[in-house]
């Protein structure tokens, strides 16, 4: 079965110092990986995707991410993050050959970005 | 990146009430879109995919008749809450490829229902 798993529930990390965000996950087939920002109270935001290429992702907002094939992650990062980066993330994957369309969603990690 | 809006953004009913949520791609046809519930500070739970031109396909365990899904046009789906009770009380999020079903997903804002 297909699944994403994002094992902190929350990351907390100083204004300024470098943030990771974990996700791995579990798919047959080629992953079509994703990361969404959600702010309270508000839908989700696209942040970067991999499809295929280069496995250095950069997306919205100064993130990045790193496909790992071999590990099965997906890390979101960003050299140095910002108060108002605190949010909710969620990584999510599409299995590179469904025609469906459903995104697996991880379990959200909560980001707290410390003044 | 492509928007998507929903309408209302919050709404209060009374239990046995019904309410439509409106889920709009502005900028892009989308011949389908993804409809999903969120309870608090937890994951996205897909409920169903809206297609334009056919029926909705349900989960497991969500009841289609209890969640009526219409996708009138390219750019437009509904969710209709029938007979709300608190229980169904929650954020609900529909999202749209912009080319399709395997490309990024847009979210909406999300509508806030609260049912009394």
């Known amino acids: 079965a297909q699944s994403v798993a994002q094992p902190e529930d929350q990351v907390n990390v100083a204004e300024g110092n470098p943030l990771t965000v974990k996700c791995t996950y579990s798919?047959?087939?080629?992953?079509?990986l994703f990361w969404y920002v959600q702010y309270p109270n508000r839908g989700l935001q696209f942040l970067l995707k991999?499809?295929?290429?280069?496995?250095l992702v950069k997306g919205s907002y100064g993130f990045e991410a790193e496909f790992n094939k071999s590990q099965t992650s997906f890390h979101l990062k960003k050299p140095s993050a910002l108060v108002s980066d605190s949010a909710l993330y969620f990584c999510?994957?599409?299995?590179?050959?469904?025609?469906?369309?459903?995104?697996?969603f991880g379990q959200g990690t909560t980001l707290q970005v410390k003044p | 990146g492509a928007v998507v809006s929903q309408h209302p953004s919050w709404v209060i009913c009374k239990s046995g009430t019904s309410v439509k949520i409106e889920c709009r791609s502005l900028?892009?046809?989308?011949?389908?879109m993804f409809w999903y519930r969120q309870f608090p500070k937890q994951s996205l739970m897909l409920m169903a995919t809206?297609?334009?031109?056919?029926?909705?396909?349900?989960e497991q365990g969500v009841e289609k008749d209890k969640f009526l899904i219409n996708h009138a046009s390219l750019t437009l789906s509904t969710l209709t809450v029938t007979s709300a009770h608190p229980e169904d009380s929650s954020f609900y999020i529909c999202?749209?490829?912009?080319?399709?079903?395997?490309?990024?997903?847009?979210f909406g804002p999300g509508t806030r229902l609260t049912v009394l």
């Open positions: 999202s749209a490829p912009t080319q399709g079903a395997g490309d990024t997903q847009y």
């Open positions: 798919v047959s087939g080629n992953p079509y």
């Open positions: 991999y499809i295929t290429g280069d496995n």
């Open positions: 999510a994957v599409i299995r590179g050959s469904s025609n469906t369309g459903k995104l697996i």
């Open positions: 900028d892009f046809q989308a011949t389908t």
């Open positions: 809206s297609n334009e031109g056919s029926k909705a396909t349900y």
